[in-house]
């Protein structure tokens, strides 16, 4: 049973920065496409960051325009742990951010796209204050 456990969020001023982290366990990590999603209330779920297989697809990365140019996937595989550094944070990436595995080889357009992903973390609560 894929088990996915996220830590590192918090509270966190305008402009300050975060890390987070999925831990991953009962699959084999090197295989599967890791992504990130988030929700806010009263909103839907939606697709932030997504890094592809080392295995098939060399660990491409690709983001949700709203987070562009101040989010970066990453990937520890010896760790099976994946990471989500955001910075310049916003009010408006206020959410519960959650973790999922998609395993397989898809294309690329399902990364951004829930139904891709079997596994999902319990979420982990990031609050950004202005």
Same mark, same amino acid.
């Given at each position: 049973?894929?088990?996915?456990? %996220? ?6 001023? $305008?402009?300050? =920065?975060?890390?987070?982290?999925? &831990?991953? *366990?009962?699959?084999? !990590? ?13 909103? %839907?779920?939606? !697709?932030? $960051?997504? @890094?592809?297989? @080392?295995?098939? =697809? ?5 983001? $949700? /325009? ?6 970066? @996937? !990453?990937? /520890? ?5 994946? !990471? ?7 009010? %408006? /990436?206020? $959410?519960? +951010? +959650? ?13 951004? #796209?829930? #139904? &891709? ?11 950004? *204050?202005?």
């Amino acid at each position: 049973q894929v088990q996915l456990v %996220e830590s590192g969020g918090g509270l966190v001023q $305008a402009g300050g =920065s975060l890390r987070l982290s999925c &831990a991953a *366990s009962g699959r084999t !990590f090197s295989n599967s496409n890791m992504g990130w999603f988030r929700q806010a209330p009263g909103k %839907e779920r939606e !697709f932030v $960051a997504a @890094i592809t297989a @080392i295995t098939w =697809s060399g660990g491409s990365t690709y983001y $949700a /325009d709203s987070v562009k140019g101040r989010a970066t @996937i !990453f990937r /520890d595989n010896a760790k099976n742990t994946v !990471f989500l550094q955001m910075n310049t944070l916003k009010p %408006e /990436d206020t $959410a519960v +951010y +959650y973790c999922a595995l998609s395993s397989g080889p898809i294309p690329t357009v399902r990364l951004f #796209n829930a #139904n &891709a992903y079997s596994y999902w973390g319990q979420g982990t609560q990031v609050t950004v *204050s202005s």
